[in-house]
Antibody, heavy 118, light 107 residues
């Protein structure tokens, strides 16, 4: 069955780089896209960016200068790196599968809480 | 960017009621509009895809309608387990965007 699971540090210091991993199972990264969505505490959902089946990427323009998404298909993993973190980057970070324009984000990981604090 | 405006922000309901939640787009998104349910401390769950298409495993009391800029999520007979925040999301153009959500509360 389709599963996604995020992993990474729960605490990051201001100005440092966040590195998260999304490990997937039940589907192929070369024929599906995986995206990252974040949610600050008590707030709504923000699409950050994603990597498509062909390996190309798209990013939210508000984060593009700080964000990088990559993958290792042999390990079924997708990576998020975001630099210059500030306190307003504190959020739950979700990875999910985008099955296509007519399907939306059909499977989500459990999310990982990241706190930016010294 | 496409802005999605959801209303109301909060809806107080009585179990058994039929209710409608609105999502309005700042420009046409055709029918590339999806709805998600998020319960406290859980990940969002896809509820309705492509404006009106049902999802396997989702109760039939949930339905969606609309096209272009105006969309509605309906719940025919609200149950206690439906108390959640509901988000719409457009997949017509990048960047993908979400509405700010409608929170369902018990009256």
């Amino acid at each position: 069955q389709v599963q996604l699971k995020e992993s990474g540090p729960g605490l990051v210091q201001p100005s440092q780089t966040l590195s998260l991993t999304c490990t997937v199972s039940g589907f192929s990264l070369t024929s599906n896209s995986v995206h990252w969505v974040r949610q600050p505490p008590g707030k709504g959902l923000e699409w950050m960016g994603g990597i498509w089946g062909d390996g190309s990427t798209d990013y939210n323009s508000a984060l593009k200068s700080r964000l990088s998404i990559s993958r290792d298909t042999s390990k079924s993993q997708v990576f998020l790196k975001m630099n210059s973190l500030q306190t307003d980057d504190t959020a739950i970070y979700f990875c999910n599968r985008y099955y296509g324009y007519t399907y939306g984000f059909d499977y989500w990981g459990q999310g990982v809480m990241v706190t930016v604090s010294s | 960017d496409v802005v999605l405006t959801q209303s109301p922000a909060t809806l107080s309901v009585t179990p058994g009621e039929r209710i409608s939640l609105s999502c309005r787009a700042s420009e046409s998104v055709d029918t590339y509009l999806h709805w998600y349910q998020q319960k406290p401390n859980e990940s969002p769950r896809l509820l309705i895809k492509y404006a009106s298409q049902s999802i396997s495993g989702i109760p039939s009391r949930f339905s969606g309608s609309g096209s272009g800029t105006d969309f509605t999520l309906s719940i025919n007979g609200v149950e206690l387990e439906d108390l959640s925040i509901y988000y719409c999301q457009q997949g017509n153009s990048l960047p993908f965007t979400f509405g700010s959500g409608t929170k369902l509360e018990i009256k």
